[in-house]
């Protein structure tokens, strides 16, 4: 009976220990967040970041850390960065679409993801992402805007590629007339 005692105390002793500690990392978390949504507030994005990354430390699953992060790495200009901890959050979006807020974090994220790629002029890209974005948030003015705009530029810049195509095979057929003419003058 004492032996079965001490055990549920060591198991209890133990349990309160893990809970403790993950309480202590939760808490810290939350506080390294704060910080940098502080620094981000005043813009000190660079300070932002390195709060970002400490709560990612304490919790490297933490959606709220790794979206402000990419979100101080975007106003940075590391574009190539923030994308990816865009990415990371867009794997996990069956799990996100599971909340409302979830959902409209999703929404963010597809926004900022079409942002980046207009900034790139990769305009497939982002109407793609503005209208994942549009998917979730169907009443977001500002993304459906900017999915009007990519639209137009990338029909722009099609229409381009295809006269720029066409000027390229004119080239081509005036050098290959050219050739012939010459080859029939030397005949």
Avoid: W
Avoid at 61 to 79: C, H, P
């Amino acid at each position: 009976m004492k032996l079965i005692r001490k055990s549920i105390v060591c198991v209890a002793v133990l349990l309160s220990g893990n809970l403790l500690s993950s309480a202590f990392a939760q808490k810290a978390e939350r506080k390294h967040v704060r910080e940098g949504n502080e620094l981000y507030k005043t813009e000190k994005y660079t300070e932002a970041e390195v709060a970002y990354r400490k709560s990612l430390d304490v919790n490297p699953r933490s959606i709220e850390g790794t979206y402000n992060l990419g979100n101080s790495l975007y106003k940075q200009d590391k574009l190539k960065e923030a994308t990816e901890q865009y990415q990371l959050l867009a794997g996990q979006e069956a799990k996100m679409k599971e909340t409302p807020e979830g959902k409209a974090r999703l929404a963010e994220i597809y926004h900022n993801m079409g942002n980046i790629s207009m900034k790139g002029k990769d305009y497939a890209q982002s109407v793609e992402a503005y209208k994942q974005s549009l998917r979730l948030n169907p009443k977001d003015d500002e993304t459906r805007y900017n999915l009007a705009l990519a639209q137009k530029l990338l029909s722009d810049q099609q229409n381009e590629d295809q006269s720029q195509d066409q000027k390229n095979e004119e080239k081509q057929e005036d050098k290959e007339n050219k050739d012939q003419q010459q080859q029939q003058q030397q005949q």
